[in-house]
Protein backbone atom coordinates (compact mmCIF):
# COMPACT_ATOMS: atom_id res chain seq x y z
CA UNK A 1 0.00 0.00 0.00
CA UNK A 2 0.97 3.63 -1.11
CA UNK A 3 1.96 5.46 2.20
CA UNK A 4 -0.33 8.40 1.25
CA UNK A 5 -3.29 6.27 0.30
CA UNK A 6 -2.52 4.61 4.29
CA UNK A 7 -2.28 8.48 5.68
CA UNK A 8 -5.61 9.33 3.85
CA UNK A 9 -7.12 6.26 5.30
CA UNK A 10 -5.99 6.88 8.42
CA UNK A 11 -6.91 10.79 8.46
CA UNK A 12 -10.44 9.72 7.14
CA UNK A 13 -10.97 6.69 9.53
CA UNK A 14 -13.20 7.86 12.08
CA UNK A 15 -14.78 10.87 9.93
CA UNK A 16 -15.60 9.95 6.64
CA UNK A 17 -17.08 12.52 4.24
CA UNK A 18 -18.34 13.94 7.25
CA UNK A 19 -20.40 11.30 8.35
CA UNK A 20 -18.76 10.74 11.97
CA UNK A 21 -18.59 7.75 10.70
CA UNK A 22 -16.18 4.94 9.41
CA UNK A 23 -16.81 4.00 6.03
CA UNK A 24 -17.07 0.60 7.00
CA UNK A 25 -20.07 1.59 9.37
CA UNK A 26 -21.99 2.91 6.86
CA UNK A 27 -24.47 1.53 5.12
CA UNK A 28 -23.59 -0.07 1.62
CA UNK A 29 -26.97 0.98 0.28
CA UNK A 30 -26.77 4.53 1.26
CA UNK A 31 -25.85 7.45 -1.41
CA UNK A 32 -22.24 8.44 -0.20
CA UNK A 33 -21.09 4.76 -0.35
CA UNK A 34 -22.55 3.85 -4.06
CA UNK A 35 -20.90 6.84 -5.10
CA UNK A 36 -17.84 5.97 -3.50
CA UNK A 37 -18.36 2.13 -5.38
CA UNK A 38 -19.47 3.74 -8.51
CA UNK A 39 -16.52 6.44 -8.33
CA UNK A 40 -13.91 3.44 -7.80
CA UNK A 41 -15.03 1.51 -11.12
CA UNK A 42 -14.85 5.12 -13.28
CA UNK A 43 -11.73 5.51 -12.27
CA UNK A 44 -10.58 2.21 -12.96
CA UNK A 45 -12.08 2.60 -16.56
CA UNK A 46 -10.20 5.60 -16.79
CA UNK A 47 -7.11 4.56 -15.81
CA UNK A 48 -6.92 1.12 -17.78
CA UNK A 49 -8.71 2.60 -20.42
CA UNK A 50 -11.89 -0.39 -20.04
CA UNK A 51 -14.91 0.40 -22.64
CA UNK A 52 -18.12 0.02 -22.08
CA UNK A 53 -18.12 -3.45 -23.91
CA UNK A 54 -17.06 -4.93 -20.46
CA UNK A 55 -18.20 -5.02 -17.21
CA UNK A 56 -16.05 -4.63 -14.02
CA UNK A 57 -16.72 -6.55 -11.30
CA UNK A 58 -15.63 -6.69 -7.83
CA UNK A 59 -16.09 -9.68 -5.79
CA UNK A 60 -15.40 -11.43 -2.95
CA UNK A 61 -12.25 -14.33 -2.53
CA UNK A 62 -9.61 -13.55 -4.07
CA UNK A 63 -7.64 -14.81 -7.47
CA UNK A 64 -8.55 -18.19 -6.40
CA UNK A 65 -12.28 -17.51 -5.87
CA UNK A 66 -11.65 -16.80 -9.95
CA UNK A 67 -10.38 -20.43 -10.23
CA UNK A 68 -13.37 -21.56 -10.07
CA UNK A 69 -15.46 -18.51 -11.12
CA UNK A 70 -14.18 -18.45 -14.24
CA UNK A 71 -15.27 -21.99 -15.70
CA UNK A 72 -18.77 -21.70 -13.87
CA UNK A 73 -19.60 -18.53 -15.69
CA UNK A 74 -17.73 -19.36 -19.17
CA UNK A 75 -18.37 -23.20 -19.64
CA UNK A 76 -20.45 -26.41 -18.93
CA UNK A 77 -19.12 -29.54 -17.86
CA UNK A 78 -17.30 -31.73 -20.45
CA UNK A 79 -16.03 -28.38 -22.60
CA UNK A 80 -12.58 -27.77 -23.86
CA UNK A 81 -10.38 -24.85 -22.52
CA UNK A 82 -6.27 -24.30 -23.47
CA UNK A 83 -4.29 -22.67 -20.57
CA UNK A 84 -0.29 -21.90 -20.71
CA UNK A 85 1.49 -23.37 -17.46
CA UNK A 86 4.07 -20.75 -16.93
CA UNK A 87 4.33 -21.60 -12.83
CA UNK A 88 2.25 -22.40 -9.64
CA UNK A 89 -0.42 -20.03 -10.14
CA UNK A 90 -0.93 -21.42 -13.52
CA UNK A 91 -0.87 -25.06 -12.38
CA UNK A 92 -3.65 -24.17 -9.67
CA UNK A 93 -6.22 -22.62 -12.07
CA UNK A 94 -5.58 -25.74 -14.04
CA UNK A 95 -6.44 -27.95 -11.04
CA UNK A 96 -9.28 -26.01 -10.43
CA UNK A 97 -10.64 -25.73 -14.14
CA UNK A 98 -10.36 -29.69 -14.55
CA UNK A 99 -12.18 -29.90 -10.54
CA UNK A 100 -15.08 -28.04 -12.54
CA UNK A 101 -15.51 -30.75 -14.80
CA UNK A 102 -13.48 -29.60 -18.08
CA UNK A 103 -10.62 -30.62 -20.90
CA UNK A 104 -8.31 -28.75 -19.71
CA UNK A 105 -5.67 -29.06 -22.52
CA UNK A 106 -2.10 -27.00 -21.71
CA UNK A 107 -1.22 -25.67 -24.83
CA UNK A 108 2.69 -24.47 -23.96
CA UNK A 109 4.31 -25.67 -20.67
CA UNK A 110 7.25 -23.88 -19.21
CA UNK A 111 7.83 -26.67 -16.52
CA UNK A 112 10.57 -28.20 -18.25
CA UNK A 113 12.54 -24.86 -17.87
CA UNK A 114 12.22 -24.88 -14.19
CA UNK A 115 9.39 -22.19 -14.96
CA UNK A 116 12.14 -19.69 -15.93
CA UNK A 117 10.89 -18.60 -19.28
CA UNK A 118 7.55 -17.98 -21.06
CA UNK A 119 6.53 -19.14 -24.50
CA UNK A 120 7.37 -16.93 -27.22
CA UNK A 121 4.96 -14.93 -28.97
CA UNK A 122 3.35 -17.36 -31.95
CA UNK A 123 4.92 -20.46 -30.47
CA UNK A 124 1.37 -21.85 -29.28
CA UNK A 125 -2.44 -21.56 -30.41
CA UNK A 126 -5.38 -22.21 -28.65
CA UNK A 127 -6.86 -26.21 -28.99
CA UNK A 128 -9.45 -26.58 -31.66
CA UNK A 129 -13.02 -26.06 -29.98
CA UNK A 130 -11.82 -24.35 -26.58
CA UNK A 131 -14.11 -21.44 -25.15
CA UNK A 132 -11.00 -20.24 -24.24
CA UNK A 133 -6.65 -19.77 -23.45
CA UNK A 134 -6.27 -19.44 -19.86
CA UNK A 135 -2.59 -17.44 -18.94
CA UNK A 136 -0.78 -15.64 -16.16
CA UNK A 137 0.97 -12.75 -17.36
CA UNK A 138 3.04 -12.65 -14.58
CA UNK A 139 3.78 -15.54 -12.22
CA UNK A 140 4.07 -14.55 -8.47
CA UNK A 141 6.55 -17.12 -7.37
CA UNK A 142 8.99 -17.70 -10.24
CA UNK A 143 9.32 -13.72 -11.15
CA UNK A 144 8.61 -14.85 -15.18
CA UNK A 145 6.12 -12.32 -16.77
CA UNK A 146 5.08 -12.39 -20.21
CA UNK A 147 6.32 -9.09 -22.42
CA UNK A 148 3.07 -9.28 -24.82
CA UNK A 149 -0.24 -10.49 -24.86
CA UNK A 150 -0.80 -13.60 -26.70
CA UNK A 151 -2.85 -13.74 -29.90
CA UNK A 152 -4.82 -16.92 -29.32
CA UNK A 153 -7.79 -16.79 -31.65
CA UNK A 154 -10.47 -17.38 -28.70
CA UNK A 155 -11.19 -15.18 -25.74
CA UNK A 156 -8.06 -14.68 -23.84
CA UNK A 157 -8.69 -15.27 -19.95
CA UNK A 158 -5.88 -13.80 -17.93
CA UNK A 159 -4.99 -13.65 -14.32
CA UNK A 160 -3.34 -10.43 -13.62
CA UNK A 161 -3.45 -10.50 -9.90
CA UNK A 162 0.09 -9.60 -9.69
CA UNK A 163 0.67 -7.15 -12.92
CA UNK A 164 -2.72 -5.28 -13.04
CA UNK A 165 -1.91 -1.29 -12.64
CA UNK A 166 2.21 -1.91 -13.22
CA UNK A 167 1.98 -0.80 -16.74
CA UNK A 168 -0.71 0.10 -19.27
CA UNK A 169 -2.53 -2.50 -21.00
CA UNK A 170 -4.68 -2.78 -23.97
CA UNK A 171 -7.94 -4.69 -22.56
CA UNK A 172 -9.71 -4.87 -25.66
CA UNK A 173 -7.33 -8.05 -26.46
CA UNK A 174 -8.94 -10.05 -23.48
CA UNK A 175 -11.99 -11.92 -22.86
CA UNK A 176 -11.96 -11.62 -19.23
CA UNK A 177 -9.00 -10.26 -16.70
CA UNK A 178 -8.90 -10.92 -13.32
CA UNK A 179 -7.02 -9.73 -10.55
CA UNK A 180 -6.57 -10.62 -6.25
CA UNK A 181 -6.36 -6.97 -5.33
CA UNK A 182 -3.55 -7.51 -2.47
CA UNK A 183 -0.68 -6.64 -4.90
CA UNK A 184 -1.49 -4.28 -6.17
CA UNK A 185 -5.17 -2.51 -5.48
CA UNK A 186 -5.55 -2.67 -1.75
CA UNK A 187 -6.22 -5.20 0.88
CA UNK A 188 -6.50 -9.22 0.11
CA UNK A 189 -9.62 -11.01 -0.44
CA UNK A 190 -11.04 -8.76 -3.26
CA UNK A 191 -10.62 -9.83 -7.00
CA UNK A 192 -11.30 -7.36 -9.51
CA UNK A 193 -12.98 -8.89 -12.78
CA UNK A 194 -13.03 -7.14 -16.21
CA UNK A 195 -15.09 -9.52 -18.76
CA UNK A 196 -16.40 -8.79 -21.95
CA UNK A 197 -20.36 -8.09 -21.95
CA UNK A 198 -20.65 -10.87 -24.61
CA UNK A 199 -19.19 -13.25 -22.15
CA UNK A 200 -21.84 -12.99 -19.35
CA UNK A 201 -24.93 -14.78 -18.77
CA UNK A 202 -24.23 -17.96 -19.52
CA UNK A 203 -23.30 -19.42 -15.85
CA UNK A 204 -23.81 -22.90 -15.93
CA UNK A 205 -26.24 -24.11 -13.37
CA UNK A 206 -25.79 -24.80 -10.21
CA UNK A 207 -22.99 -21.24 -9.96
CA UNK A 208 -23.33 -19.37 -6.84
CA UNK A 209 -25.17 -15.98 -7.18
CA UNK A 210 -22.35 -13.85 -5.21
CA UNK A 211 -19.95 -15.93 -8.22
CA UNK A 212 -22.34 -14.99 -11.17
CA UNK A 213 -21.32 -12.57 -13.58
CA UNK A 214 -24.44 -11.44 -15.03
CA UNK A 215 -25.68 -11.45 -11.36
CA UNK A 216 -23.41 -9.41 -9.83
CA UNK A 217 -23.30 -6.75 -13.11
CA UNK A 218 -26.65 -6.55 -12.73
CA UNK A 219 -26.54 -5.52 -9.17
CA UNK A 220 -23.05 -3.57 -9.59
CA UNK A 221 -21.36 -5.78 -7.74
CA UNK A 222 -24.09 -5.20 -4.55
CA UNK A 223 -25.87 -8.74 -4.60
CA UNK A 224 -25.10 -8.74 -0.89
CA UNK A 225 -23.24 -6.45 1.53
CA UNK A 226 -19.57 -6.05 -0.64
CA UNK A 227 -16.18 -5.71 0.95
CA UNK A 228 -16.68 -1.60 1.54
CA UNK A 229 -13.24 -1.03 3.12
CA UNK A 230 -11.69 -2.51 0.09
CA UNK A 231 -13.81 -0.78 -2.74
CA UNK A 232 -12.80 2.75 -0.67
CA UNK A 233 -8.96 1.33 -0.69
CA UNK A 234 -9.52 0.65 -4.29
CA UNK A 235 -10.65 4.23 -4.94
CA UNK A 236 -8.07 5.69 -3.10
CA UNK A 237 -5.34 3.68 -4.63
CA UNK A 238 -6.52 4.30 -8.14
CA UNK A 239 -6.39 8.12 -7.18
CA UNK A 240 -3.09 7.99 -6.13
CA UNK A 241 -1.61 6.60 -9.67
CA UNK A 242 -4.06 9.26 -12.05
CA UNK A 243 -2.02 12.04 -9.25
CA UNK A 244 1.36 9.89 -10.66
CA UNK A 245 0.34 10.41 -14.14
CA UNK A 246 -1.33 6.91 -14.47
CA UNK A 247 0.13 3.40 -16.17
CA UNK A 248 2.14 4.66 -18.50
CA UNK A 249 3.86 6.76 -15.41
CA UNK A 250 3.75 4.02 -13.15
CA UNK A 251 5.55 1.46 -16.25
CA UNK A 252 8.06 4.10 -16.61
CA UNK A 253 9.13 3.98 -12.94
CA UNK A 254 8.44 -0.16 -12.77
CA UNK A 255 10.75 -0.84 -15.52
CA UNK A 256 13.26 1.37 -13.98
CA UNK A 257 13.52 0.00 -10.64
CA UNK A 258 13.31 -3.24 -12.13
CA UNK A 259 16.13 -2.76 -14.87
CA UNK A 260 18.02 -1.59 -11.70
CA UNK A 261 18.07 -4.59 -9.44
CA UNK A 262 17.90 -7.07 -12.17
CA UNK A 263 21.56 -5.11 -13.85
CA UNK A 264 23.09 -4.99 -10.45
CA UNK A 265 22.37 -8.65 -9.88
CA UNK A 266 24.03 -9.60 -13.27
CA UNK A 267 27.09 -7.75 -12.74
CA UNK A 268 27.46 -8.96 -8.99
CA UNK A 269 29.29 -12.56 -9.05
CA UNK A 270 27.60 -12.91 -5.38
CA UNK A 271 23.91 -12.94 -6.89
CA UNK A 272 22.47 -14.81 -10.07
CA UNK A 273 18.70 -14.66 -11.79
CA UNK A 274 17.83 -17.44 -13.07
CA UNK A 275 14.98 -16.30 -15.54
CA UNK A 276 15.26 -15.48 -19.52
CA UNK A 277 15.61 -11.69 -19.97
CA UNK A 278 12.59 -11.23 -22.22
CA UNK A 279 10.56 -12.96 -19.50
CA UNK A 280 12.19 -11.12 -16.15
CA UNK A 281 9.44 -9.79 -14.21
CA UNK A 282 8.94 -5.86 -13.45
CA UNK A 283 7.24 -6.97 -9.68
CA UNK A 284 8.81 -10.02 -8.85
CA UNK A 285 12.38 -10.10 -8.59
CA UNK A 286 14.21 -13.55 -7.87
CA UNK A 287 17.59 -13.87 -7.14
CA UNK A 288 19.78 -16.54 -5.66
CA UNK A 289 23.12 -15.95 -3.54
CA UNK A 290 26.07 -17.77 -4.89
CA UNK A 291 26.63 -19.52 -1.05
CA UNK A 292 22.69 -20.70 -0.45
CA UNK A 293 23.73 -21.57 3.38
CA UNK A 294 23.81 -17.71 3.78
CA UNK A 295 20.04 -17.66 3.02
CA UNK A 296 18.88 -17.49 6.55
CA UNK A 297 21.85 -14.66 7.31
CA UNK A 298 20.93 -12.93 4.36
CA UNK A 299 17.04 -12.66 5.41
CA UNK A 300 17.57 -11.73 8.99
CA UNK A 301 20.08 -9.07 8.43
CA UNK A 302 18.38 -7.51 5.50
CA UNK A 303 14.53 -7.25 7.75
CA UNK A 304 17.64 -5.71 10.44
CA UNK A 305 18.09 -2.94 7.99
CA UNK A 306 14.46 -2.05 7.11
CA UNK A 307 14.02 -4.97 4.29
CA UNK A 308 11.39 -6.96 4.81
CA UNK A 309 9.49 -10.80 3.05
CA UNK A 310 12.78 -11.17 0.61
CA UNK A 311 12.42 -14.85 1.52
CA UNK A 312 11.45 -16.12 -1.75
CA UNK A 313 8.26 -18.55 -1.78
CA UNK A 314 8.69 -21.65 0.29
CA UNK A 315 8.26 -23.86 -2.40
CA UNK A 316 11.36 -22.56 -4.68
CA UNK A 317 13.88 -20.93 -1.93
CA UNK A 318 16.18 -18.35 -2.55
CA UNK A 319 15.55 -14.82 -2.86
CA UNK A 320 12.65 -12.75 -3.87
CA UNK A 321 12.01 -8.99 -3.99
CA UNK A 322 8.40 -8.05 -4.33
CA UNK A 323 8.37 -4.05 -5.83
CA UNK A 324 4.95 -3.76 -6.66
CA UNK A 325 3.53 -0.23 -7.20
CA UNK A 326 4.11 0.96 -3.60
CA UNK A 327 7.65 0.26 -3.36
CA UNK A 328 9.09 3.56 -4.73
CA UNK A 329 12.24 3.97 -6.45
CA UNK A 330 14.53 4.59 -3.36
CA UNK A 331 13.55 1.22 -1.87
CA UNK A 332 15.01 -0.15 -4.46
CA UNK A 333 18.28 1.15 -4.20
CA UNK A 334 18.13 0.53 -0.44
CA UNK A 335 18.03 -2.89 -1.27
CA UNK A 336 20.71 -3.11 -4.17
CA UNK A 337 23.15 -0.86 -1.39
CA UNK A 338 22.31 -3.85 1.16
CA UNK A 339 23.13 -6.50 -1.23
CA UNK A 340 26.45 -4.79 -2.55
CA UNK A 341 27.42 -4.50 1.39
CA UNK A 342 26.36 -8.09 2.26
CA UNK A 343 28.30 -9.43 -1.01
CA UNK A 344 31.26 -7.55 0.27
CA UNK A 345 31.20 -9.27 3.79
CA UNK A 346 30.40 -12.63 2.56
CA UNK A 347 31.29 -12.98 -1.35
C1 LIG B 1 -1.48 -13.77 -5.33
C2 LIG B 1 -1.91 -14.46 -6.56
C3 LIG B 1 -3.03 -15.31 -6.59
C4 LIG B 1 -3.81 -15.68 -5.35
O1 LIG B 1 -4.60 -14.65 -4.92
P1 LIG B 1 -5.63 -14.90 -3.70
O2 LIG B 1 -6.31 -13.58 -3.61
O3 LIG B 1 -4.80 -15.25 -2.51
O4 LIG B 1 -6.54 -15.99 -4.09
C5 LIG B 1 -3.38 -15.87 -7.80
N1 LIG B 1 -2.70 -15.62 -8.93
C6 LIG B 1 -1.61 -14.82 -8.93
C7 LIG B 1 -0.87 -14.58 -10.20
C8 LIG B 1 -1.19 -14.22 -7.74
O5 LIG B 1 -0.10 -13.43 -7.74
Not at 266 to 293: G, K, Q
Request: with cysteine; proline share 5%.
Amino acid sequence: MPIEVLERAQSELTDWRGSGMSVMEVSHRGKDFVACAADAETRLRRVMGISDDYAVLFIQGGATGQFAAVPMNLTLPGDRISLVNTGQWSTKAKKEAAALGLDVQVVADEAASRYTTTPGPGSFAAAEGSQYLHYTPNETIGGVEFGYVPDVGVPLVADASSTILSRPIDVDRFGLIYAGTQKNMGPAGMAVVIVRRDLIGRARPGTPSIFDYAKMADSDSMLNTPPTFSIYLLGLILDWVENLGGLEAMGTVNKDKSDALYQFIDRSPFYSNPVAPTARSWMNVTFLLARPELDKQFVTEAADAGLANLAGHRSVGGMRASIYNAMPIEGVLTLIDFMDDFAARHG
